[in-house]
């Protein structure tokens, strides 16, 4: 069944290409059936949805093997969402075209997420840069920065295959995501180097994220709600499934370089996100301090904090492709971005403001709503796990946060009314059923992110080889898990 | 019962907020009601909170550790009946005070909200609840301070004041990852049972518990976003910023009383930091002019007196001056909101003058509430402040006994001030801000505010076009916080008194030996105290020569006051530069300078000395894009098909 999710959305994606340029319904019903079937379909089958087809045997054995069991189950859920709503939002010239690259990021981005074979999650690593780029190349300011996207993100993906080759050389098979064993010996660090390069350019980390701020303010808002919800997350599944399980004891060894990086993209990011006058750029650079975050909490190697990286994993897709959505929306409105000449748009945007509002307090952590609860529950672990300073560094980001989101919110809501604009229009039905979704899950999760933290046993299983404070909380994970 | 007291405001705020544009001035009605059920239901629960040690209600867990659930004992009875009690009567007051604004739902949804978020912080049974809550009331802080958005200064000030609060949430969380990973849980239950698991850490949970407390109790050196916070309506003022939110941070301390009975290191801490805020705070109030200015310091220096009382382990006195503060100081704040509602915002006093037969609801109310500020017997303010002083001494902390006497007269001074130069003489707003000493920026800038306002008339905050509602409805509110001011002490009088009865088996009790000097001796000094405040203020302010030359007097006052006062200590300049600015810098830095030309230097550096990159770049820039595009993706593709096809195959 899980081809069905990477299958469908590709062959509608390109099914679209049929009909004509300057069609909008069809196109946008297409888009959201597709969408809304790959969300329910993992939801109403009941199972992991395996399928498996041989592949390669020499030199390592490889298969087609797709599956949307643990960790994948939430992500392709948030992968359908997003696009689900990206779609609806897409409004603009070409929408027809812009709606068949997102399903194909769709498809492409299924198959990196539902891999069980690690040549299968490099091969869709490399597919899934397509879409964006041809949205960079259609619809972007510079052209510089959908090549910059692509080398870039190509080259990660170049290592990521030699990694994939020697890992496969040595374990003998790369059909293994969800199973398997530690791998030890000489190699492991190296192969490990490889992978974990690949991952930071994604995620990105510094001092790989210097594609990122570009492409994301270039990308039109649909696409760069995909991307940054989405795309970003595959350098950090990658550390959840490939890392932790497989080369586990070389992500021990080389934890500081990650734990150092991971803190200076929290602090880096969030005071570049405190000066930046480009609205879009401004949640860019607070992705790259929120990212920062997770991977802190991965390399603390605590079960408590894996339960809380898989819960801000989740929100943080949910609210920047809210954030991404809504200022595409003002965008569009007023034909800028700058922050200096937006201001005072709350009053004849009630609901807009509204929704603008939920998304940036999700983003700047506050309690109730799930970015908290993945700042919180990470952080205990990483504090739990014996790393006093890095928590408490990681602290500063969380006020720095408050003080640049609240810059973004006010700068374009409050205030005076820098210009007189005579006629506007608050948020349309279709526009605000495209972030409501989004919006409820925030507060859901904020409430109760039981259901995702349940999901952590299968990752925090590895953590006791790696570290032994790890092995208390594996036990309590367990527990946690059968109740 | 206790979901009632809980999610009826809640419920409040979603109708009001939902149904807005068809409640119109209803939400106010709606609003009210959803705050009064609750407090019906919290008088109807008094049994389940004060019987067998309260009620405790499971709700949920997030993992193992992180248990939510709600605590409803004595102290969170007492906060809860102020907040609802008290919050009532504010709502009934605002159904007057918004009658003419047009977003008068967004205004009571936000209140109602602020409700809700309150009764969060105090009837969690753990600290991650709390923080919930801690982050909740801070934002519904942050949305009514900012109630007036289309004013730059609203907007700056509600923003000012969530950072700080980000600040003292963060305080907090660290805390909660000190005890999580000593002992494994969050819930009061399992931290109060032995405090002295946290050793080592104890001191430094207190202490970041306490960074948590100082921003949103407006304690030194994170006060200053409370004055600015005056920006908003009046009513919120009365409710979130005196009454009940600012005094969170007393709450938080007399919870965790049996953290601060372990550790007396952060005992002394905290009671020195709330007795040299009583201390600022009320020297900061003798030299204000702006109502709500000089209200706001009074209240800094009030909860100072408070923490001070927590903090050396007077729990019921400081919880006490809680109690009887929230009448007196939501009174004076109602009250100046009745005379700044007929003066058409007005908010200085040198223009003020003569409303004593204008205003005699104002009057008369505000008079019980200064008359108990000051701490004159047998006002509300006496007893309470009375116990903290002595609590102060009782516990060993001289200097912060004699610390509280000296903030005593000058409190009585500048509240009597305020008095009589707002209620006496003959009223002077037809004068020129200039004959009583308002300088030219502050006019300009006044004028300034007035245009923005007029240029969103959709929004005014004041029109006059829909005549004005019942007068009772404000008045009614202030004048039964007024009776409270008087008699709401009487309860703590005494050794023996129903007040300590109430909270005989809620803190921990330490054998004390006799102090030096006996309660007697320091009530008989603190009337003395508030003798010699409203002496002085008669004398400068009260005479009849006095008030017949006010506008020269106040002049005068104004041209001569000491720098330092009239720039409060510096504290938002020193904040500015010792965290803003470098903050700035360094984003500025970092991203004009380092993340262009160095780190992303580097990388093109790598790029372009590699001979194949470097030619796929040379031959970018010579155009060949939309080439280059299909030679990638065609590359894809037939990596993909070729991969494939060898799969299908075998």
């Known amino acids: 069944m899980s081809l069905v999710l990477i299958v469908l959305p590709i062959l509608a994606g390109c099914a679209l290409f049929f009909v004509p340029r300057s069609d909008r319904t069809v196109s946008r019903i297409t888009g959201c059936v597709v969408a809304a079937i790959t969300f329910f379909l993992p939801l109403v089958t009941g199972n992991d949805g395996a399928i498996s087809a041989h592949w390669l045997s020499r030199p390592f054995t490889a298969s087609l093997h797709f599956a949307w069991g643990g960790l994948s189950f939430w992500i392709v859920l948030l992968l359908a969402l997003c696009t689900f709503c990206a779609i609806l939002a897409t409004n603009m010239p070409q929408t027809r075209t812009m709606i068949a690259l997102l399903l194909m990021l769709e498809g492409t981005m299924m198959g990196l997420f539902t891999a069980r074979d690690i040549l299968a999650f490099a091969l869709f690593w490399d597919l899934m840069l397509i879409p964006p780029f041809f949205a960079l190349v259609g619809w972007g300011e510079h052209r510089d920065t959908a090549w910059r996207y692509l080398i870039y993100n190509f080259a990660g993906g170049l290592l990521l295959l030699l990694a994939t080759a020697a890992f496969g050389v040595i374990y003998g098979s790369t059909d293994v995501i969800g199973t398997g064993h530690s791998i030890a010996g000489a190699w492991a660090p190296w192969i490990f180097a490889g992978f974990a390069i690949a991952f930071a350019v994604k995620t990105p980390l510094f001092p790989f994220h210097t594609w990122m701020p570009a492409t994301y303010s270039d990308t039109p808002p649909p696409m760069v709600a995909v991307v940054s919800a989405l795309q970003s997350k595959g350098g950090l599944y990658g550390f959840l499934v490939i890392g932790l399980p497989f080369l586990g004891s070389a992500m021990a060894q080389w934890k500081w370089i990650f734990i150092i990086a991971s803190l200076v993209s929290l602090l880096y990011g969030a005071y570049i996100a405190l000066v930046q006058t480009d609205a879009k750029r401004v949640v860019a650079y607070s992705s790259l301090s929120h990212l920062g975050l997770i991977v802190l909490g991965i390399f603390s190697f605590s079960g408590v904090a894996v339960q809380g990286v898989l819960v801000y994993i989740i929100a943080h897709g949910l609210f920047s492709a809210a954030l991404f959505l809504i200022l595409g929306y003002f965008e569009e409105r007023e034909g800028t971005r700058s922050l200096a000449r937006l201001g005072g748009l709350g009053a004849l945007n009630p609901k807009l403001a509204g929704a603008f509002t939920i998304a940036a307090l999700a983003a700047l952590g506050l309690p109730g709503l799930a970015g908290f609860a993945g700042e919180l529950v990470i952080l205990s672990g990483v504090f739990q796990s014996g790393y006093f300073w890095p928590a408490l560094i990681a602290l500063i980001p969380i006020v720095l946060a408050s003080a640049y989101m609240l810059r973004l919110l006010q700068d374009i809501i409050n205030g005076p009314q820098v210009k007189d604009i005579p006629e506007r229009t608050d948020l349309s039905w279709v526009e605000g059923l495209a972030v409501a979704p989004l919006l409820a899950a925030l507060v859901v999760l904020g409430c109760y992110p039981h259901a995702v933290t349940a999901t952590a046993a299968a990752f925090t299983a590895p953590l006791a080889a790696v570290q032994p404070q790890a092995a208390g909380t594996l036990a309590l994970t367990k527990e946690q898990h059968d109740r | ?650």
């Not at chain 2, 004041?161 to 000593?182: K, L, P, Q, T």
């Not at chain 2, 104002?362 to 500020?373: L, N, P, Q, S």
């Not at chain 2, 005494?494 to 909270?503: E, I, K, L, T």
């Not at chain 2, 003798?531 to 005479?543: D, E, F, H, N, P």
Request: glycine share 10%; hydrophobic share 55%; net charge neutral.
């Open chain 2, 1 to 650: 019962m206790l979901f009632v007291i809980w999610l009826v405001p809640l419920l409040g705020a979603i109708l009001c907020w939902a149904f807005g544009p068809q409640l119109k001035r209803a939400a106010g009605v709606l609003g009210s009601a959803a705050i009064a059920v609750s407090f019906i239901a919290t008088v109807a629960s008094w049994g389940a909170a004060t019987q067998n040690g309260g009620t405790h209600q499971f709700l949920f867990s997030w993992l193992r550790g992180f248990d939510f659930g709600l605590l409803f004992d004595p102290l969170a009875l007492i906060w809860v009946l102020i907040i609802t009690g008290v919050g009532f009567l504010i709502h009934l007051y605002s159904v007057g005070y918004m009658w003419n604004d047009n977003a008068v739902a967004r205004f009571f949804a936000y209140l109602n909200f602020f409700v809700f978020a309150m009764l969060t912080l105090v009837l969690s049974d753990n600290f991650a609840g709390l923080l919930v809550g801690w982050g909740l009331v801070g934002l519904a802080s942050y949305f009514l301070i900012g109630f007036w958005f289309f004013k730059p200064s609203a907007v700056a000030a509600a923003r000012k004041a969530f950072v700080i609060n980000v600040v003292g949430d963060v305080g907090i969380m660290f805390a909660i990852f000190m005890m999580f990973s000593r002992i494994g849980t969050v819930t009061y239950a399992g931290v109060f049972a032995n405090p002295h698991a946290l050793d080592p850490w104890l001191f430094w949970i207190c202490v970041f518990l306490f960074i948590g407390a100082a921003a949103k109790s407006a304690q030194l050196p994170l006060h200053t976003w409370l004055p600015d916070a005056m920006e908003g309506p009046t009513p919120v003022s009365a409710l979130i910023h005196a009454a009940t939110m600012v005094t969170a941070g007393v709450y938080l301390v007399a919870r965790c009383a049996p953290l601060w009975s372990a550790s007396h290191d952060a005992q002394t801490l905290v009671g020195t930091v709330g007795a040299l805020t009583a201390l600022a705070g009320a020297v900061l109030g003798i030299a204000q002019w702006d109502i709500k200015r000089i209200l706001a310091y009074s209240t800094m220096s009030q909860i100072g007196y408070m923490i001070m009382g927590v903090g050396v382990a007077a729990y019921t006195a400081g919880v006490a001056h809680f109690f009887t503060h929230a009448f007196f100081k939501a009174c004076l704040f109602l009250g100046s909101g009745i005379i700044i509602h007929a003066l058409s915002d007005e908010q200085d006093i040198r223009l003020m003058g003569g409303m004593r037969k204008r205003l005699p609801v104002a009057f008369w109310a505000m008079g019980f509430a200064v008359f108990a500020i000051s701490g004159c017997p047998p006002f509300a303010g006496f007893f309470s402040k009375d116990q903290v002083i002595y609590g102060a001494l009782e516990h060993g902390y001289v200097w912060m006994w004699a610390v509280g006497l000296i903030t005593a007269g000058i409190t009585s001074y500048y509240m009597f001030r305020l008095f009589i130069v707002t209620f006496f003489g003959t009223y002077r707003g037809e004068l020129k801000p200039e004959a009583v000493g308002i300088a030219e920026e502050s006019s300009s800038a006044a004028q300034a505010a007035g245009s923005s306002v007029i240029a969103h008339e959709h929004s005014e905050p004041h029109g006059h076009e829909n005549g004005h509602a019942p007068g009772w409805i404000m008045a009614v509110p202030v004048a039964i916080l007024g009776l409270f001011s008087l008699v709401a002490g009487w309860i703590m009088a005494g050794q023996n008194s129903p007040w300590a009865r109430f909270f005989a088996s809620s803190f921990p009790r330490e054998a004390l030996p006799p102090a030096t000097v006996t309660e007697g001796v320091t009530s008989g000094i603190a009337i003395a105290m508030f003798l010699i405040g409203l002496g002085v203020a008669y004398m400068r302010y009260g005479t009849r020569e006095a008030l017949a030359n006010a506008p020269a007097r106040l002049k005068r006052e104004s041209e001569t006051l000491p720098a330092v006062l009239v720039n409060l200590y510096y504290f938002n300049e020193i904040l500015d530069w010792l965290f803003v600015r470098p903050a700035q810098a360094l984003g500025q830095f970092f991203g004009r300078w380092m993340d262009p030309h160095f780190v992303d230097g580097v990388v093109r550096e790598i790029v372009m000395t590699n001979r194949f990159l470097g030619t796929l770049m040379r031959s970018f820039q010579t155009g060949l894009l939309r080439a280059y595009a299909l030679i990638v993706v065609f590359g894809a593709m037939c990596f993909a098909v070729y991969y494939a096809l060898e799969g299908a195959m075998r």
